[in-house]
Protein backbone atom coordinates (compact mmCIF):
# COMPACT_ATOMS: atom_id res chain seq x y z
CA UNK A 1 0.00 0.00 0.00
CA UNK A 2 1.27 3.15 -0.73
CA UNK A 3 1.71 5.98 2.18
CA UNK A 4 -0.45 8.54 0.60
CA UNK A 5 -3.26 5.65 0.55
CA UNK A 6 -2.81 4.79 4.20
CA UNK A 7 -2.56 8.18 4.89
CA UNK A 8 -5.71 8.89 3.49
CA UNK A 9 -7.77 5.91 5.61
CA UNK A 10 -5.94 7.00 8.76
CA UNK A 11 -7.59 10.45 8.64
CA UNK A 12 -10.32 9.23 7.01
CA UNK A 13 -11.17 6.77 9.83
CA UNK A 14 -10.26 9.85 12.60
CA UNK A 15 -12.64 11.76 10.82
CA UNK A 16 -15.71 9.44 11.09
CA UNK A 17 -14.47 8.73 14.68
CA UNK A 18 -14.91 12.45 15.31
CA UNK A 19 -18.18 12.43 14.24
CA UNK A 20 -19.62 9.58 16.75
CA UNK A 21 -19.93 11.86 19.54
CA UNK A 22 -22.23 14.56 16.86
CA UNK A 23 -24.06 11.17 16.06
CA UNK A 24 -25.14 10.78 19.70
CA UNK A 25 -26.00 14.74 19.97
CA UNK A 26 -28.39 14.46 17.06
CA UNK A 27 -29.81 11.19 18.32
CA UNK A 28 -30.48 12.70 21.38
CA UNK A 29 -32.02 15.92 20.36
CA UNK A 30 -34.39 14.48 18.06
CA UNK A 31 -35.78 11.50 19.37
CA UNK A 32 -37.98 10.48 22.71
CA UNK A 33 -36.32 8.67 25.81
CA UNK A 34 -37.73 7.23 28.67
CA UNK A 35 -34.57 7.41 30.44
CA UNK A 36 -34.68 10.24 33.03
CA UNK A 37 -32.73 13.46 32.61
CA UNK A 38 -29.77 13.48 34.18
CA UNK A 39 -27.41 16.38 35.19
CA UNK A 40 -23.38 16.30 34.46
CA UNK A 41 -23.08 18.91 37.63
CA UNK A 42 -25.22 18.03 40.38
CA UNK A 43 -25.60 21.56 41.31
CA UNK A 44 -28.56 21.27 43.92
CA UNK A 45 -31.25 20.21 41.50
CA UNK A 46 -32.96 18.01 44.54
CA UNK A 47 -33.01 19.15 47.94
CA UNK A 48 -34.38 17.14 50.44
CA UNK A 49 -37.30 19.93 50.95
CA UNK A 50 -40.57 18.65 50.08
CA UNK A 51 -42.39 19.98 47.30
CA UNK A 52 -46.09 19.58 46.55
CA UNK A 53 -46.99 15.98 45.85
CA UNK A 54 -43.34 14.81 46.07
CA UNK A 55 -42.73 11.37 47.45
CA UNK A 56 -41.91 11.39 51.43
CA UNK A 57 -40.27 8.08 52.71
CA UNK A 58 -41.58 9.55 55.87
CA UNK A 59 -44.91 8.63 55.50
CA UNK A 60 -45.90 4.58 55.00
CA UNK A 61 -47.74 5.34 52.00
CA UNK A 62 -44.91 7.44 49.93
CA UNK A 63 -47.35 10.24 50.18
CA UNK A 64 -45.46 14.10 51.26
CA UNK A 65 -48.38 15.82 50.86
CA UNK A 66 -51.05 14.59 53.55
CA UNK A 67 -54.96 13.92 52.82
CA UNK A 68 -57.15 15.51 54.97
CA UNK A 69 -57.76 14.24 58.58
CA UNK A 70 -61.01 13.77 59.19
CA UNK A 71 -62.88 16.60 60.79
CA UNK A 72 -60.16 19.25 60.08
CA UNK A 73 -59.41 21.24 57.10
CA UNK A 74 -56.17 23.09 55.70
CA UNK A 75 -56.09 27.34 56.82
CA UNK A 76 -56.20 28.04 53.26
CA UNK A 77 -59.43 26.21 52.96
CA UNK A 78 -60.82 28.99 54.79
CA UNK A 79 -61.37 30.58 51.99
CA UNK A 80 -62.80 28.38 50.17
CA UNK A 81 -65.41 27.44 52.65
CA UNK A 82 -68.62 29.68 53.76
CA UNK A 83 -70.97 29.32 57.03
CA UNK A 84 -73.88 28.09 54.47
CA UNK A 85 -71.87 25.21 53.31
CA UNK A 86 -70.98 24.41 56.74
CA UNK A 87 -74.09 24.60 58.27
CA UNK A 88 -76.04 22.56 55.46
CA UNK A 89 -73.21 19.70 55.64
CA UNK A 90 -72.32 19.54 59.26
CA UNK A 91 -70.60 16.33 58.80
CA UNK A 92 -68.21 17.90 56.32
CA UNK A 93 -66.68 20.84 58.27
CA UNK A 94 -66.26 20.79 62.12
CA UNK A 95 -68.23 23.17 64.00
CA UNK A 96 -66.18 25.51 65.71
CA UNK A 97 -63.86 26.04 62.37
CA UNK A 98 -66.42 27.75 59.66
CA UNK A 99 -65.14 30.81 60.61
CA UNK A 100 -64.20 32.93 57.86
CA UNK A 101 -60.45 34.35 57.81
CA UNK A 102 -60.30 35.82 54.37
CA UNK A 103 -61.30 39.56 54.08
CA UNK A 104 -63.03 39.05 50.51
CA UNK A 105 -66.01 40.89 49.21
CA UNK A 106 -67.74 37.95 48.35
CA UNK A 107 -66.75 35.97 51.82
CA UNK A 108 -68.47 38.28 54.25
CA UNK A 109 -71.38 38.74 52.25
CA UNK A 110 -71.55 34.69 52.22
CA UNK A 111 -70.86 35.24 55.91
CA UNK A 112 -74.08 34.21 58.34
CA UNK A 113 -76.16 32.95 54.45
CA UNK A 114 -77.96 29.35 54.80
CA UNK A 115 -77.98 27.34 51.74
CA UNK A 116 -81.32 25.65 53.60
CA UNK A 117 -84.00 28.05 54.82
CA UNK A 118 -85.82 27.55 57.94
CA UNK A 119 -88.03 24.89 55.94
CA UNK A 120 -85.61 22.84 54.98
CA UNK A 121 -85.82 24.10 51.31
CA UNK A 122 -82.76 25.35 49.37
CA UNK A 123 -82.41 29.67 48.84
CA UNK A 124 -83.73 30.62 46.43
CA UNK A 125 -81.28 33.81 45.88
CA UNK A 126 -77.35 34.00 44.93
CA UNK A 127 -76.53 34.85 48.06
CA UNK A 128 -73.95 37.43 46.45
CA UNK A 129 -74.34 39.90 44.18
CA UNK A 130 -74.71 38.51 40.94
CA UNK A 131 -73.14 41.65 38.90
CA UNK A 132 -71.99 41.34 34.98
CA UNK A 133 -68.61 40.27 35.95
CA UNK A 134 -69.86 37.24 38.45
CA UNK A 135 -71.69 36.32 34.85
CA UNK A 136 -68.71 36.65 32.90
CA UNK A 137 -66.96 34.86 35.50
CA UNK A 138 -69.65 31.94 35.67
CA UNK A 139 -69.24 31.66 32.03
CA UNK A 140 -65.20 30.63 32.11
CA UNK A 141 -65.78 28.17 34.81
CA UNK A 142 -68.76 26.78 33.61
CA UNK A 143 -66.50 26.38 30.13
CA UNK A 144 -63.78 24.66 31.77
CA UNK A 145 -65.94 22.49 34.36
CA UNK A 146 -69.57 21.92 32.56
CA UNK A 147 -69.22 22.39 28.89
CA UNK A 148 -67.04 18.31 28.46
CA UNK A 149 -70.63 16.74 29.36
CA UNK A 150 -73.30 19.56 29.37
CA UNK A 151 -71.93 21.64 26.22
CA UNK A 152 -71.51 25.16 25.50
CA UNK A 153 -75.71 25.74 25.74
CA UNK A 154 -75.97 23.72 28.02
CA UNK A 155 -78.38 21.56 26.47
CA UNK A 156 -76.34 18.31 27.52
CA UNK A 157 -74.83 17.01 24.59
CA UNK A 158 -71.04 18.00 25.16
CA UNK A 159 -67.94 16.33 23.44
CA UNK A 160 -67.98 13.19 25.97
CA UNK A 161 -71.95 13.05 25.59
CA UNK A 162 -71.12 12.49 21.37
CA UNK A 163 -67.94 10.54 21.79
CA UNK A 164 -69.95 8.17 24.31
CA UNK A 165 -72.94 8.17 21.71
CA UNK A 166 -70.41 7.44 19.38
CA UNK A 167 -68.75 4.41 21.35
CA UNK A 168 -72.31 2.92 22.03
CA UNK A 169 -73.68 3.12 18.17
CA UNK A 170 -70.29 0.91 17.40
CA UNK A 171 -71.12 -1.40 20.38
CA UNK A 172 -68.68 -0.72 22.68
CA UNK A 173 -69.30 -1.87 26.10
CA UNK A 174 -67.30 0.59 27.08
CA UNK A 175 -70.05 3.00 26.81
CA UNK A 176 -70.88 1.77 30.04
CA UNK A 177 -74.36 2.81 31.80
CA UNK A 178 -73.81 6.51 30.63
CA UNK A 179 -76.91 8.36 30.57
CA UNK A 180 -77.00 11.57 28.55
CA UNK A 181 -75.99 14.40 30.76
CA UNK A 182 -79.45 17.14 31.64
CA UNK A 183 -80.02 19.83 29.83
CA UNK A 184 -79.39 22.60 31.69
CA UNK A 185 -81.90 25.08 29.89
CA UNK A 186 -84.71 22.50 30.38
CA UNK A 187 -87.67 22.74 32.79
CA UNK A 188 -85.88 20.75 34.97
CA UNK A 189 -82.95 22.63 36.27
CA UNK A 190 -84.96 25.91 35.46
CA UNK A 191 -87.42 25.55 38.27
CA UNK A 192 -84.74 24.25 40.36
CA UNK A 193 -83.95 26.94 43.35
CA UNK A 194 -80.63 28.44 43.20
CA UNK A 195 -79.53 27.08 45.82
CA UNK A 196 -80.48 23.15 44.54
CA UNK A 197 -77.94 24.08 41.92
CA UNK A 198 -75.31 25.11 43.88
CA UNK A 199 -76.04 21.67 45.88
CA UNK A 200 -75.80 19.58 42.77
CA UNK A 201 -72.32 21.24 41.60
CA UNK A 202 -71.37 21.24 45.72
CA UNK A 203 -72.22 17.68 46.09
CA UNK A 204 -73.32 16.05 42.86
CA UNK A 205 -76.26 13.90 41.75
CA UNK A 206 -77.46 10.60 40.77
CA UNK A 207 -74.16 9.65 38.24
CA UNK A 208 -72.84 13.58 38.27
CA UNK A 209 -69.60 13.98 40.47
CA UNK A 210 -69.26 16.18 43.11
CA UNK A 211 -67.08 19.22 42.10
CA UNK A 212 -66.57 20.92 45.36
CA UNK A 213 -62.87 20.04 45.30
CA UNK A 214 -62.74 21.30 41.63
CA UNK A 215 -64.67 24.53 41.62
CA UNK A 216 -64.38 27.09 44.93
CA UNK A 217 -67.31 28.39 46.16
CA UNK A 218 -67.73 32.02 44.47
CA UNK A 219 -67.33 30.43 41.26
CA UNK A 220 -69.89 27.52 42.23
CA UNK A 221 -72.50 30.62 42.76
CA UNK A 222 -70.98 32.15 39.43
CA UNK A 223 -71.92 28.95 37.69
CA UNK A 224 -75.63 29.33 39.15
CA UNK A 225 -75.66 32.50 37.58
CA UNK A 226 -74.24 31.64 34.31
CA UNK A 227 -76.63 28.84 34.01
CA UNK A 228 -79.71 31.20 34.83
CA UNK A 229 -78.46 33.07 31.51
CA UNK A 230 -77.95 30.30 29.76
CA UNK A 231 -81.82 29.47 30.28
CA UNK A 232 -83.28 32.95 29.55
CA UNK A 233 -80.72 32.97 26.42
CA UNK A 234 -83.65 30.08 25.06
CA UNK A 235 -86.46 32.37 26.18
CA UNK A 236 -88.40 32.81 23.03
CA UNK A 237 -89.05 36.60 22.40
CA UNK A 238 -90.55 38.74 19.45
CA UNK A 239 -88.13 39.95 16.86
CA UNK A 240 -89.58 42.99 17.20
CA UNK A 241 -89.38 43.19 20.56
CA UNK A 242 -85.39 42.90 20.53
CA UNK A 243 -83.00 46.11 20.30
CA UNK A 244 -82.16 47.30 17.32
CA UNK A 245 -78.57 46.49 17.34
CA UNK A 246 -79.48 42.72 17.59
CA UNK A 247 -82.21 43.13 14.70
CA UNK A 248 -79.59 43.74 12.34
CA UNK A 249 -78.02 40.48 12.73
CA UNK A 250 -80.86 38.51 12.24
CA UNK A 251 -81.49 36.72 9.52
CA UNK B 1 35.92 18.15 7.39
CA UNK B 2 36.47 18.25 11.37
CA UNK B 3 34.09 21.18 11.66
CA UNK B 4 30.93 20.27 13.66
CA UNK B 5 27.87 19.63 11.01
CA UNK B 6 24.65 22.21 11.79
CA UNK B 7 21.83 20.23 12.63
CA UNK B 8 19.63 19.69 9.85
CA UNK B 9 15.55 19.23 10.66
CA UNK B 10 14.53 15.66 9.22
CA UNK B 11 12.24 15.86 6.00
CA UNK B 12 9.42 14.51 8.08
CA UNK B 13 9.76 17.65 10.08
CA UNK B 14 7.94 19.31 7.25
CA UNK B 15 4.67 16.99 7.47
CA UNK B 16 5.31 17.23 11.57
CA UNK B 17 4.60 21.53 11.24
CA UNK B 18 1.12 21.06 8.95
CA UNK B 19 -0.02 18.46 11.33
CA UNK B 20 0.50 20.24 14.56
CA UNK B 21 -1.04 23.15 13.00
CA UNK B 22 -4.02 21.51 11.82
CA UNK B 23 -4.73 19.48 14.56
CA UNK B 24 -4.31 22.37 17.28
CA UNK B 25 -6.47 24.00 15.25
CA UNK B 26 -9.33 21.69 14.47
CA UNK B 27 -9.28 19.95 18.19
CA UNK B 28 -10.03 23.02 20.47
CA UNK B 29 -13.10 24.00 17.91
CA UNK B 30 -14.28 20.49 17.93
CA UNK B 31 -14.08 20.16 21.43
CA UNK B 32 -16.25 23.48 22.58
CA UNK B 33 -18.62 22.34 19.40
CA UNK B 34 -19.11 18.48 21.20
CA UNK B 35 -19.62 20.63 24.70
CA UNK B 36 -21.56 23.42 23.18
CA UNK B 37 -24.24 20.87 21.67
CA UNK B 38 -24.03 18.06 24.01
CA UNK B 39 -23.88 19.67 27.35
CA UNK B 40 -26.96 22.00 26.63
CA UNK B 41 -30.59 21.33 27.99
CA UNK B 42 -31.82 20.60 24.39
CA UNK B 43 -29.88 17.74 24.04
CA UNK B 44 -30.31 16.51 28.12
CA UNK B 45 -33.60 17.19 28.63
CA UNK B 46 -35.74 17.69 26.04
CA UNK B 47 -37.53 14.72 24.83
CA UNK B 48 -38.17 13.20 28.10
CA UNK B 49 -40.89 10.74 27.66
CA UNK B 50 -41.19 9.06 30.50
CA UNK B 51 -44.17 5.64 30.56
CA UNK B 52 -46.78 6.74 32.92
CA UNK B 53 -48.64 3.74 35.19
CA UNK B 54 -52.12 4.98 33.29
CA UNK B 55 -51.36 5.51 29.75
CA UNK B 56 -53.27 8.68 29.66
CA UNK B 57 -53.43 10.68 26.43
CA UNK B 58 -53.79 14.27 26.69
CA UNK B 59 -54.06 14.17 22.54
CA UNK B 60 -57.68 12.36 22.96
CA UNK B 61 -58.57 14.30 26.08
CA UNK B 62 -57.70 17.66 25.65
CA UNK B 63 -57.11 17.97 21.73
CA UNK B 64 -59.93 15.42 20.66
CA UNK B 65 -62.25 15.48 23.11
CA UNK B 66 -61.34 19.27 23.88
CA UNK B 67 -61.37 19.69 27.83
CA UNK B 68 -59.90 22.09 29.38
CA UNK B 69 -56.64 21.98 31.07
CA UNK B 70 -58.30 23.44 34.46
CA UNK B 71 -60.80 20.72 34.26
CA UNK B 72 -58.26 18.92 35.95
CA UNK B 73 -55.32 20.98 36.83
CA UNK B 74 -57.50 23.25 38.49
CA UNK B 75 -55.59 24.78 41.12
CA UNK B 76 -53.49 26.31 38.45
CA UNK B 77 -54.74 30.15 38.35
CA UNK B 78 -54.93 29.93 42.51
CA UNK B 79 -51.51 27.97 42.56
CA UNK B 80 -48.18 27.93 42.22
CA UNK B 81 -48.10 24.32 41.72
CA UNK B 82 -49.94 23.06 39.11
CA UNK B 83 -51.42 19.93 40.47
CA UNK B 84 -51.94 16.54 38.85
CA UNK B 85 -56.01 15.70 39.56
CA UNK B 86 -56.75 13.56 42.22
CA UNK B 87 -57.67 10.12 41.36
CA UNK B 88 -61.34 11.46 41.90
CA UNK B 89 -61.12 14.38 39.01
CA UNK B 90 -60.23 11.15 36.76
CA UNK B 91 -63.39 9.11 38.04
CA UNK B 92 -65.64 12.00 37.34
CA UNK B 93 -66.11 10.41 34.09
CA UNK B 94 -64.18 6.80 34.34
CA UNK B 95 -67.17 5.69 36.53
CA UNK B 96 -69.29 5.61 33.66
CA UNK B 97 -66.83 5.19 30.72
CA UNK B 98 -64.52 2.57 29.90
CA UNK B 99 -65.42 1.79 33.61
CA UNK B 100 -64.11 -1.75 33.37
CA UNK B 101 -60.77 -0.98 31.08
CA UNK B 102 -57.59 -2.74 32.08
CA UNK B 103 -55.68 0.15 31.26
CA UNK B 104 -57.43 2.16 33.78
CA UNK B 105 -56.22 -0.32 36.93
CA UNK B 106 -54.54 1.52 38.63
CA UNK B 107 -57.12 4.26 38.41
CA UNK B 108 -59.59 1.64 39.98
CA UNK B 109 -57.07 0.47 43.07
CA UNK B 110 -56.34 4.20 43.90
CA UNK B 111 -60.31 4.66 44.49
CA UNK B 112 -61.23 1.73 46.63
CA UNK B 113 -62.90 -0.19 43.50
CA UNK B 114 -60.09 -2.22 42.60
CA UNK B 115 -57.37 -3.92 44.84
CA UNK B 116 -58.91 -3.58 48.10
CA UNK B 117 -54.89 -3.53 49.49
CA UNK B 118 -54.50 -0.27 47.49
CA UNK B 119 -57.36 1.51 47.86
CA UNK B 120 -56.27 4.63 48.88
CA UNK B 121 -52.42 4.80 47.07
CA UNK B 122 -52.00 8.11 44.93
CA UNK B 123 -51.12 6.95 41.11
CA UNK B 124 -47.38 6.82 40.94
CA UNK B 125 -47.61 9.44 37.96
CA UNK B 126 -43.74 10.44 36.93
CA UNK B 127 -43.19 14.13 36.81
CA UNK B 128 -41.85 15.03 33.22
CA UNK B 129 -41.45 18.82 33.36
CA UNK B 130 -39.19 19.37 36.45
CA UNK B 131 -36.96 22.53 37.33
CA UNK B 132 -34.33 22.63 40.34
CA UNK B 133 -35.33 22.75 43.76
CA UNK B 134 -33.92 26.00 43.74
CA UNK B 135 -36.07 27.57 41.16
CA UNK B 136 -39.55 29.30 43.18
CA UNK B 137 -41.48 28.67 39.89
CA UNK B 138 -45.21 30.22 39.96
CA UNK B 139 -47.89 29.05 37.82
CA UNK B 140 -50.66 31.37 38.95
CA UNK B 141 -48.06 34.52 38.32
CA UNK B 142 -47.45 33.22 34.42
CA UNK B 143 -50.78 31.97 33.57
CA UNK B 144 -52.57 35.09 35.15
CA UNK B 145 -49.89 37.40 33.48
CA UNK B 146 -51.13 35.81 29.64
CA UNK B 147 -48.27 33.35 29.43
CA UNK B 148 -49.86 30.27 27.55
CA UNK B 149 -49.48 26.54 29.07
CA UNK B 150 -47.69 25.89 25.62
CA UNK B 151 -45.43 28.32 26.13
CA UNK B 152 -43.37 25.87 28.78
CA UNK B 153 -45.46 22.83 27.89
CA UNK B 154 -45.23 22.46 23.91
CA UNK B 155 -48.52 21.10 22.35
CA UNK B 156 -49.87 19.33 24.89
CA UNK B 157 -53.35 18.59 23.07
CA UNK B 158 -51.00 16.96 20.46
CA UNK B 159 -49.18 14.64 22.67
CA UNK B 160 -50.49 10.85 23.21
CA UNK B 161 -47.77 10.46 26.10
CA UNK B 162 -46.49 13.52 27.46
CA UNK B 163 -42.86 14.60 26.93
CA UNK B 164 -40.56 17.72 27.80
CA UNK B 165 -40.46 19.74 24.77
CA UNK B 166 -39.19 22.70 26.39
CA UNK B 167 -35.40 23.04 27.90
CA UNK B 168 -36.70 24.76 31.11
CA UNK B 169 -32.83 25.87 31.19
CA UNK B 170 -31.75 28.60 33.15
CA UNK B 171 -30.93 30.60 29.46
CA UNK B 172 -33.96 29.56 28.26
CA UNK B 173 -36.46 31.18 30.82
CA UNK B 174 -34.65 34.16 30.74
CA UNK B 175 -35.19 34.82 26.79
CA UNK B 176 -38.65 34.77 27.59
CA UNK B 177 -37.93 37.35 31.09
CA UNK B 178 -36.00 40.04 29.09
CA UNK B 179 -38.62 39.97 26.55
CA UNK B 180 -42.16 38.48 27.95
CA UNK B 181 -44.17 40.65 25.17
CA UNK B 182 -43.86 37.95 22.01
CA UNK B 183 -45.58 35.51 24.53
CA UNK B 184 -48.42 36.97 25.96
CA UNK B 185 -51.94 36.37 24.98
CA UNK B 186 -55.24 37.79 26.43
CA UNK B 187 -55.60 35.88 30.12
CA UNK B 188 -59.07 33.82 28.56
CA UNK B 189 -57.04 32.48 25.86
CA UNK B 190 -54.34 31.00 28.03
CA UNK B 191 -55.80 27.02 27.73
CA UNK B 192 -56.83 27.34 24.40
CA UNK B 193 -53.49 25.71 22.73
CA UNK B 194 -54.74 26.35 19.10
CA UNK B 195 -54.68 30.08 19.91
CA UNK B 196 -53.16 32.20 16.95
CA UNK B 197 -54.44 35.76 17.84
CA UNK B 198 -55.28 36.06 13.64
CA UNK B 199 -59.26 36.42 14.35
CA UNK B 200 -59.14 40.36 15.08
CA UNK B 201 -62.84 40.32 15.81
CA UNK B 202 -62.43 37.57 19.09
CA UNK B 203 -59.47 38.94 19.69
CA UNK B 204 -60.94 42.56 20.15
CA UNK B 205 -63.84 40.71 22.25
CA UNK B 206 -61.36 38.89 24.34
CA UNK B 207 -60.13 42.19 25.59
CA UNK B 208 -63.19 43.87 25.23
CA UNK B 209 -61.94 46.34 22.81
CA UNK B 210 -63.35 47.32 19.29
CA UNK B 211 -61.17 46.16 16.01
CA UNK B 212 -59.97 49.67 15.35
CA UNK B 213 -59.06 50.59 18.74
CA UNK B 214 -56.97 47.06 19.26
CA UNK B 215 -53.29 47.55 19.90
CA UNK B 216 -50.79 47.77 16.67
CA UNK B 217 -48.30 46.03 19.37
CA UNK B 218 -50.11 43.35 21.54
CA UNK B 219 -47.31 42.21 23.66
CA UNK B 220 -46.18 45.75 25.29
CA UNK B 221 -50.51 46.59 25.46
CA UNK B 222 -50.56 42.99 27.19
CA UNK B 223 -47.14 43.92 28.95
CA UNK B 224 -49.02 46.92 30.39
CA UNK B 225 -52.59 45.95 31.21
CA UNK B 226 -51.53 42.99 33.18
CA UNK B 227 -49.38 45.14 35.10
CA UNK B 228 -45.95 42.43 33.84
CA UNK B 229 -42.76 44.52 36.01
CA UNK B 230 -39.75 46.07 33.71
CA UNK B 231 -37.38 43.33 32.33
CA UNK B 232 -35.09 44.87 34.83
CA UNK B 233 -37.08 43.22 37.91
CA UNK B 234 -37.95 40.26 35.39
CA UNK B 235 -34.46 39.58 35.17
CA UNK B 236 -33.54 39.76 38.88
CA UNK B 237 -32.12 36.84 40.58
CA UNK B 238 -34.37 37.38 43.49
CA UNK B 239 -37.69 37.10 41.24
CA UNK B 240 -36.64 32.88 40.59
CA UNK B 241 -34.12 32.36 43.33
CA UNK B 242 -35.88 33.89 46.20
Known amino acids: MKARTRNFYIIGDLVLLALIPFGIVAMRRYSYTTVPRFAIIQDMDRMPYLKPQRRSPVFADDRGMRPHIAGTMAQQDFTFVNMAEARAYPGNWPKDHVAIRSGSQYDRIMLGQKLVNGKGQFITRIPIPVTRRLVLRGQKEFDIFCTPCHGFNGMGNGTVNQYVNKLRAAGSSDAGSWVQPSDLTGPGVKFMPDGGIYNVITNGIAVMAAYKDQVPVVDRWAIVAYVRALQLSQKKVAAGRLPKSVRSRLK | ?242
Not at chain 2, 120 to 134: A, F, R, S, T
Request: aromatic share 10%; glycine share 6%; proline share 7%.
Open chain 2, 1 to 242: MSEKPFFVFPKWSNTAVLVTLAVGAIVPVYLVAIIWFGWSARTLNVGYQPIQPVPFSHAFHAGKLGINCEYCHSDVKRAAFAAIPPTQTCMNCHTQIAANSAKLQWLRNSYGTGNPKMAGMPIPWKQVNELPDYVYFNHAAHVNAGISCLVCHGQVNHMTRVFQAKPLSMDWCLSCHENPGPNLRPRSEVTNLNWTGKNKVKLAGDLGLTVATLPKNLGRYLMKRYHIPSTKLLTDCETCHH
